[in-house]
């Protein structure tokens, strides 16, 4: 079933990227971001305190994204992916959150699938 154009124009989606620590697959899965024929609304990278290798990445894809790309991080005090993904959903504007982590390479109806 197709899902009705005037939902895809009116659901607001956030797709949430979990990251640590492995920028070569994040950048990747930020690429795949950029193929989706129908794009989410903002992502935003939940990121528990990886290194600077990794904000680099990010920042790097700020302005080829059509939509705002956000940075949720924390220090490291072991391993505290749960917390960060809830700081990462406490910052979702949207109605729709895609939760996935950063070693995913999406296909390019991956959010309109969800949709």
Not at 53 to 76: G, M, Q, Y
Not at 82 to 99: E, V, Y
């Amino acid at each position: 079933m197709q899902p009705n154009e005037s939902i895809l124009k009116k659901m607001k989606t956030t797709q949430l990227i979990s990251t640590y620590n492995w920028e070569d697959a994040l950048l990747l899965c930020l690429k795949s971001v950029l193929t989706q024929t129908v794009m989410p609304n903002e992502v935003i990278i939940a990121d528990d305190d990886s290194t600077e290798k990794t904000a680099e990445v990010i920042n790097s894809f700020r302005k080829k994204l059509s939509c705002p790309l956000i940075h949720v991080w924390h220090e490291d005090s072991g391993f505290r992916l749960a917390q960060i993904r809830n700081k990462a959903i406490a910052a979702c504007t949207s109605d729709f959150i895609i939760q996935i982590d950063g070693d995913i390479i999406l296909h390019p109806q991956f959010i309109k699938d969800h949709i």
